[in-house]
């Protein structure tokens, strides 16, 4: 079955830096697009940034633009989110996900919290 684990998050201050991960496994990684989703506290889920099947394309939200960057490796079936200058809006449950024929899979989310 599709799984997908996101892993990197945690406690860090303003200016800061982290980089998530997403484990994926259960289908063809290399085939598909991925992409990065966040949901702040109280607000609803949104698109941080997406890259294509070979990695050859990428974009991103306004709103991270120049500060985040994704890349995926697909010989060890993972996605990653390089995350600089970290501002306190940037808290949030961060999710990767993938759209397989139609179904839409997401993973359990990992933590980023933004804070001094």
């Known amino acids: 079955q599709v799984q997908l684990v996101e892993s990197g998050g945690g406690l860090v201050q303003p200016g800061g830096s982290l980089r998530l991960s997403c484990a994926a496994s259960?289908?063809?990684?290399?085939?598909?697009?991925m992409n990065w989703y966040r949901q702040p506290p109280g607000k609803e889920r949104e698109l941080v940034a997406v890259?294509?099947?070979?990695?050859?394309?990428?974009n991103y939200a306004d709103s991270v633009k120049g500060r985040f960057t994704i890349s995926r490796d697909n010989a060890k079936n993972s996605m990653y989110l390089q995350m600089s200058s970290l501002k306190p809006g940037d808290t949030a449950v961060y999710y990767c996900?993938?759209?397989?024929?139609?179904?839409?899979?997401w993973g359990r989310g990992t933590q980023v919290t933004v804070s001094s």
């Open positions: 890259i294509s099947s070979a990695g050859g394309y990428t």
């Open positions: 996900y993938v759209r397989i024929e139609l179904r839409e899979y």
């Open positions: 259960g289908f063809t990684f290399s085939s598909y697009t």
